[in-house]
């Protein structure tokens, strides 16, 4: 960071739009060429983000360069206000830098517009946030059955149903999300983001609003889903123990990559 500002809300950026799901699955990780080499199924080329404010300009991310191959799991870590949460937005194309470029499965993001990057994550990519970020006014079925109803899957009950189970949430099925826990919820998030079974998954201080024991279940469940879907993961945390069970951490520091 070179220069901090006051009020973050005078910055004129782009807010990243909430994750998508919508049209066709699209680019498949047999697709990758280009920036990203043999089983890599993200890259980032000198990614950058700065904006323009009342006290000049602000580098939130200095370039950066980084890959994740097809299978991996990987820890973004650092202190608060490092930049972890702005580049995993770049990373997914949720946000748009002001240098270089991702290659996210194949597809360089600078090429793609908005619904184009829309359709990307819709069938490939999953998330999973802090605040669980579940429609309220939907079941838990329903929230689940939604990035398969809108890449037009069939069977969207059965296959989120099956899911719902592998959670360990079946009997849940028809909650909303206000009539769950903290770790129910998150849990429901788990397996909205992984019932169309992404290639690449990313989470962003995903036990961040859980206590400790609930944290550690959703850990173990995150890591057990990815074992029998096979994603990448790409998670952002200041949580040890779930650094710990990743296979590899990048460690960040005023908005640049210091080692990793
Ligand atoms: N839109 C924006 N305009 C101006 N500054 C911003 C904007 N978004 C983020 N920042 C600043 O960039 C820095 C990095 O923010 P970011 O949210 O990426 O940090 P973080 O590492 O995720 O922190 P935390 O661990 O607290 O979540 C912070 O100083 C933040 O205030
Ligand atoms: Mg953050």
């Given at each position: 960071m070179t220069t901090r500002a ?5 910055f004129e950026v ?34 950058g983000k700065r904006v323009h404010g009342p006290e000049g300009e602000l580098v939130i ?37 002001t ?162």
């Amino acid at each position: 960071m070179t220069t901090r500002a006051d009020s973050p809300d005078a910055f004129e950026v782009t807010d990243g739009e909430p994750p998508s799901v919508q049209g066709d699955a699209a680019a498949a990780v047999g697709q990758i060429g280009g920036l990203a080499g043999d089983g890599v199924v993200l890259a980032a080329s000198d990614v950058g983000k700065r904006v323009h404010g009342p006290e000049g300009e602000l580098v939130i991310l200095s370039e950066l360069n980084m890959q994740v191959n097809g299978g991996e799991a990987l820890a973004i870590v650092g202190p608060s206000g490092s930049g972890k949460s702005t580049l995993l937005g770049l990373l997914a194309g949720l946000d748009t830098p002001t240098s270089g470029d991702v290659e996210l499965l194949g597809q360089s993001l600078s090429t793609l517009d908005e619904d184009e990057r829309a359709r990307l994550r819709a069938g490939d990519v999953g998330f999973v946030f802090q605040n669980f970020q579940l429609l309220p006014g939907l079941s838990a079925l329903e929230n689940v059955m939604l990035p398969l109803e809108l890449v037009g899957a069939a069977d969207a009950d059965g296959q989120a149903r099956q899911m719902l189970a592998e959670v360990g949430l079946d009997h849940r099925a028809g909650h909303q999300p206000l009539q769950l826990s903290g770790g129910e919820q998150q849990r429901v998030a788990l397996a909205r983001a992984f019932v169309s079974r992404p290639a690449i998954l990313f989470a962003d201080e995903p036990t961040g609003n859980l206590d400790g024991e609930t944290g550690k279940r959703v850990i173990d469940l995150m890591f057990s889903l990815r074992e029998s879907r096979g994603a990448a993961l790409v998670l952002v945390t200041h949580d040890e123990r779930l650094a710990a069970r990743c296979d590899r951490r990048l460690l960040m520091s005023d908005g640049r990559l210091v080692a990793g």
